[in-house]
């Protein structure tokens, strides 16, 4: 049995077993939430849109930033695991380009969010 927390009594039982009813699974929330980390950094995000277009390797996404590409690599290990982005080998080079276009949509929409609230 699950201790209760809260300090407060239920105002409208029906909205919260509806709301209940629409939460995610526990794993996905901490996903999504992981997934949110990722983008809570100004790096990442200027990789992202450098991304936003075509794919750039390592070394000339360090140079566009200036950065080194140790840190730019360190960065885009740490997106690929969230699979923001996705890597291609050609020979000895390593191109990197958006997961896809959802990446896309979400630094996009939150920009426009963001643009919106200063107004």
């Not at 277009?53 to 070394?59: F, K, N, T």
């Not at 950065?67 to 020979?91: D, F, P, Y």
């Amino acid at each position: 049995m699950e201790t209760k927390k809260t300090d407060c009594e239920p105002f409208n039982q029906e909205v919260i077993e509806t709301a209940m009813q629409q939460m995610p699974k526990e794993k996905d929330i901490t996903r999504v939430s992981s997934f949110f980390k990722v983008l809570g950094d100004n790096t990442r995000i200027r990789i992202l849109y450098a991304l936003k277009g075509q794919e750039m390797c390592a070394g000339d996404i360090a140079v566009l930033l200036n950065m080194t590409k140790s840190a730019v690599s360190h960065q885009l290990a740490i997106m690929r695991n969230m699979h923001q982005v996705q890597a291609r080998r050609e020979g000895k080079n390593i191109f990197y380009s958006l997961d896809d276009q959802h990446i896309v949509d979400i630094i996009e929409e939150a920009l426009i969010h963001m643009t919106h609230v200063d107004q």
